[in-house]
Structures are given as C-alpha cells and as structure tokens.
C-alpha cells in the first residue's frame, strides 16, 4: 500500500509528549536514512489525494535513466589501494 513516512524525534522542550516531526517523505529510501538512534520512523498511510497528485507529478516530469555498467579497471599494484593514488590508506601505519 502506497506509504508516507514520518520522521519523529525526542525534543523534551515540547509538551505534551516531548516528540517533534522531524521529516515527512514518501520515498523508503529516504525514510531508511533517518533510522538512527535518534530518530524514529513511521509508515503511515498515504492519502488519496496526495497519492493522486504524486500520480501525476511523476508522470510529467519523471525521465527514465538508462542503465550502464561502468567497466572496470584492471588492479594497479604500484598506485596501491584507495582514491588517493599513493596513499597508505589501508596499509600499516609509519606511526
């Protein structure tokens, strides 16, 4: 069923229950990036008429991305490991 997430927060400040909306959103993936220790979320039912207007919003401006694997390079032995070529990211520490 078609969700909105909410995101809650403890904020002891407020009254009566001490919890604030932090975030609303309808994309889960967003809503998964709030689930920390510090916040909680909830799926809700989505209303009809937000659904509706959803609906019509992604079928007017939504493109669609074509798929492309990036092919890999082949391993390096002397620019070692991580993005900075050189670097001692990963290896044992001169300290």
Not at 5 to 34: K, N, W
Not at 35 to 61: G, I, N, R
């Amino acid at each position: 069923a078609p969700s909105a997430y909410i995101v809650l927060a403890r904020d002891p400040a407020v009254d009566p229950y001490g919890i604030v909306v932090r975030h609303v959103t309808v994309s889960p993936g967003d809503a998964e990036a709030y689930m920390d220790a510090e916040s909680a979320v909830e799926a809700v039912p989505l209303p009809d008429v937000v659904q509706a207007w959803l609906e019509d919003y992604v079928a007017a401006f939504h493109v669609e991305e074509v798929f492309r694997k990036r092919k890999r390079k082949p391993y390096d032995p002397r620019k070692g490991f991580g993005r900075g070529s050189g670097s001692k990211d990963y290896g044992p520490s001169d300290g």
